[in-house]
């Protein structure tokens, strides 16, 4: 009989922080599917079944709201004719029902050796999930396979944070391969593991090491540490036992150029690994915010990759069909090489064309707005920036203190159109304002919040980076909490200087985000702006229209929301 359904839903089990889970696919937001609470000891296998019954129910029924639609994985199929297909070709013999699951994924703690920035472990800084282990494995896996559960030669594939660090692992990985399961270790390679290489030799391991840089300033940018030159080290070792180890490289703003690129197929090739894996940038695919340069980067890594004996692999089944198709302008194309990068540089040279013209257009509505007709003509024809008078001059010939309004106006033209020397003015006058702690701890500052550090009513807000007084760059973090309601939303969420560098963000429900700003140069200030397109009400803020709330140090954080997880 075909039913909706997928192998996720039919076969697999993610354990997850506090909860099981079907799945760990995103599905826009909708997905990391939960089966039922889950504090460890032994598997409540009455509720697993009563929960795959009732979700595979409302998958295929039509009025019925299930998290599972609109996913790519849902298809429409005989599932017990194929599952009895794929055991068979695993070589399993089935008498009556078949195991419960064929694959489990480790997914129940969140501790890592590394802050990648693009993770669930750094992005829930200041959650109940941020580093952290919900309990003990050993046991589970004993009940497990003394009632038969999981498969015979059944897959296991540990995810989370980083493996190797856990104090069952050793153990358990050992246990699991002697009875000849087959394992999938995520691991950072930052420390060494005896049980990873030999799992590795043994043909039942496979290593996955996601490096996502090719040059030791890009990693450290991208990991959170500088462990560039360990972690190579690490993966050569493993990659020269001659088992399955692989690298990949999570593609995104930040680490796709062409450079980057060709390095870490330089340092693939030095280090002997056979296979790469590519894979977007979850977030990005969600907030729709994968560029030109991220897709050609795509087809570049391919190319580059093959040139060297290198076998690529792509991460499909992450990337929307929009995005998929965008690789396959640069990846599957009949076009030769050299045309399809042809084809990505008139691209860019397009999108700097848009820009400047965009520019202008901006300085030509604001001269117009002045009533200076004649000045708005002339920036339409060019984008010379000079015959018009900078709000510097508006605050230089000021006797007394600006009031809230005017200091507010200033900020709004400073991110609008950024000038230095202005920005130093402002940030002297925001450091004036601010409390003595965060002037000390060397705190972003913020301003245009609420009392309680909300934006509201659709005013913007505004952060300030002061490192007028630093020696070199530093990491400079803000956690932004979104309380809108799925059916009040999306709210959009933008951050931007006015230098073409922002951030966007969208929030589809209560969420609390961590962004990492853009950098600020020693001794230069930045200012960004944030603002969100629309507003909306809670009952717990009064009457305001909120937009997002806003800290600038972890320790503040007061909401705690139990946000999904990364298998």
């Not at 952060?463 to 760059?473: R, S």
């Not at 966007?504 to 853009?518: G, T």
């Amino acid at each position: 009989m075909e039913y909706k359904s997928c192998e996720w839903i039919e076969s697999r089990l993610v354990l997850a922080i506090d909860e099981l889970r079907f799945c760990c696919i995103d599905n826009q937001g909708k997905g990391y599917v939960p089966m039922c609470d889950f504090k460890g000891g032994k598997l409540p296998v009455d509720e697993i079944l009563e929960a795959r019954r009732k979700l595979t129910e409302a998958n295929n029924d039509e009025k019925a709201d299930s998290p599972c639609k609109g996913c790519h994985f849902l298809v429409e199929k005989d599932w017990k004719a194929e599952r009895e297909k794929k055991l068979a070709e695993k070589g399993v013999e089935v008498n009556g029902d078949p195991p419960l699951f064929d694959e489990v994924y480790v997914s129940h703690y969140s501790i890592c050796n590394l802050v990648c920035r693009y993770c669930f472990v750094f992005q829930t800084e200041g959650t109940d999930l941020h580093a952290q282990v919900a309990y003990d494995l050993l046991p589970i896996f004993e009940d497990i396979i003394a009632n038969g559960y999981l498969r015979e030669n059944g897959y296991i594939e540990w995810g989370g944070g980083e493996p190797t660090i856990l104090k069952e692992f050793a153990e358990l990985e050992q246990m699991l391969l002697k009875r000849g399961y087959h394992q999938q270790v995520h691991t950072s390679a930052v420390r060494y593991s005896k049980e990873v290489e030999d799992g590795l030799r043994s043909g039942h391991v496979q290593g996955l090491t996601s490096v996502d840089a090719g040059d030791r300033e890009t990693y450290k940018e991208t990991k959170g540490r500088d462990r560039f030159d360990a972690v190579w080290e690490n993966v050569a070792r493993y990659a020269r036992t001659g088992g399955n180890m692989k690298v990949k490289y999570i593609l995104r703003n930040g680490n796709s150029d062409p450079e980057n690129v060709r390095r870490f197929i330089a340092k693939c090739k030095e280090s002997d690994v056979k296979t790469i894996v590519l894979s977007p940038d979850f977030d990005e695919i969600t907030q729709r915010t994968v560029t030109e340069e991220t897709i050609f980067a795509f087809g570049l890594m391919v190319h580059e990759a093959k040139k060297n004996g290198i076998v690529p692999e792509i991460s499909a089944a992450y990337l929307n069909e929009e995005d998929m198709e965008a690789v396959h302008r640069y990846v599957g194309s009949r076009l030769t090489w050299p045309l399809r990068r042809l084809r990505y540089f008139l691209h860019r040279r397009n999108v700097a064309a848009r820009e400047a013209r965009r520019e202008r257009e901006v300085l030509a509505r604001r001269e117009r707005n002045r009533g200076r007709t004649r000045e708005a003509i002339e920036w339409t024809k060019n984008a010379t920036r000079s015959g018009w008078i900078h709000p510097f001059q508006v605050l230089a010939g000021k006797g007394e203190p600006l009031d809230d309004d005017e200091f507010l106006e200033l900020l709004e033209y400073q991110t609008a159109d950024p000038d230095p020397e202005l920005g130093a003015q402002l940030t002297a006058i925001a450091r004036a304002r601010s409390p003595q702690g965060a002037v000390r701890a060397r705190e972003a500052m913020t301003v245009g919040l609420s009392f309680d550090g909300w934006t509201c009513d659709g005013k913007p807000a505004y952060v300030i980076v002061d490192e007028e007084n630093a020696d070199e760059p530093r990491d400079r973090d803000i956690w932004v909490y979104c309380s809108v309601k799925p059916e009040d939303g999306p709210v959009r969420m933008t951050i931007a200087d006015g230098t073409g560098e922002e951030i966007a963000y969208r929030f589809d429900e209560p969420e609390l985000r961590r962004i990492r700003l853009p950098k600020c140069e020693p001794g230069r200030t930045r200012i960004f702006a944030v603002t969100t397109d629309k507003t909306y009400a809670d009952e717990n803020c009064g009457e305001r229209e909120l937009g997002v709330k806003i800290e600038t140090n972890v320790k503040r954080v007061s909401y705690r929301p139990a946000l999904p997880s990364v298998a």
